[in-house]
């Protein structure tokens, strides 16, 4: 499975950016997808995830309300809306496949509940 980003780019305070992933090569429907970002220095974190079967969406503190992800698993692609940016937004933001469930509530946030990842794209939000 080979995921690819795109949308990503330099933006001010206060503006929008929409981040898209597309799959390909999958033989089967994947369970999840997640979004991560990477600042310089620091360690990958989670952002937002989705589950395909129930819809259901987690985020981290740190965006919600600001920040929503969303996707087609049948289309093979999966969103992340970024509104209200903020210069702490600035990182690598990669999106990540899960093909199951992993044990464990907090397995989506984990980097080990995927299987596949991007090569990343770059958000820069200038203040």
């Known amino acids: 499975v080979q995921l690819v980003e795109s949308g990503g780019g330099l933006v001010q305070a206060g503006d929008s950016l929409r981040l898209s992933c597309a799959a390909s090569g999958r033989t089967f429907s994947s369970y999840g997808a997640g979004w991560f970002r990477q600042a310089p220095g620091k360690e990958r974190e989670f952002v937002a995830a989705v589950t395909w079967s129930v819809g259901r969406t987690w985020y981290a503190d740190s965006v919600k309300g600001r920040f929503t992800i969303s996707g087609d698993n049948a289309k093979n692609t999966v969103t992340l809306q970024m509104n209200s940016l903020k210069p702490e937004d600035t990182a690598v933001y990669y999106c990540?496949?899960?093909?199951?469930?992993?044990?464990?509530?907090?397995?989506?946030?984990?980097?080990?509940?995927?299987?596949?990842w991007g090569q990343g794209t770059q958000v820069t939000v200038s203040s």
């Open positions: 990540a496949e899960s093909s199951y469930r992993r044990l464990g509530s907090n397995w989506y946030a984990e980097k080990a509940g995927y299987d596949y």
